[in-house]
């Protein structure tokens, strides 16, 4: 079976703003790992609610300043989401129109 710590149990020295932090209190680490040529390091997160890819973004960039400092190599966080059927394709879509008044879709 596969270990899991909340992403602060992992990231124990990493500093964000509070409403960043909030975001990923509750979220779960399944895997880190890096390439062989240290050019990019993979965080590995599941959450049961969404995040924002602005806060996934901002995130990437605070563990690559402050954790991974190694020259050159980029942070990547991959995000898998466990949701209760409430959330549905349209809904979520009908959800970030309103917020963002446009359709931000990144795949």
């Known amino acids: 079976m596969v270990q899991v710590y909340k992403f602060f149990e992992v990231f124990k020295t990493l ?5 960043l932090g909030s975001y990923l209190a509750d979220t779960e680490v399944t895997r880190v790992s890096k390439t062989s040529t240290n050019t990019l390091a993979r965080v590995y ?18 563990l690559k300043k402050q954790v ?4 050159n190599m980029d942070v990547r ?11 549905t394709p349209v809904t979520i879509m009908e959800v970030n129109l309103k917020n963002t008044g446009h359709w931000n879709i990144i795949c």
């Open 77 to 87: 966080i991959i995000d898998r989401y466990h949701l209760s059927k409430q959330y």
């Open 45 to 62: 997160l599941k959450s049961d609610r969404l995040i924002g890819k602005p806060v996934i973004y901002k995130t990437e960039d605070a």
């Open 15 to 19: 500093r964000l703003p509070e409403e």
């Open 68 to 71: 991974f400092r190694m020259k």
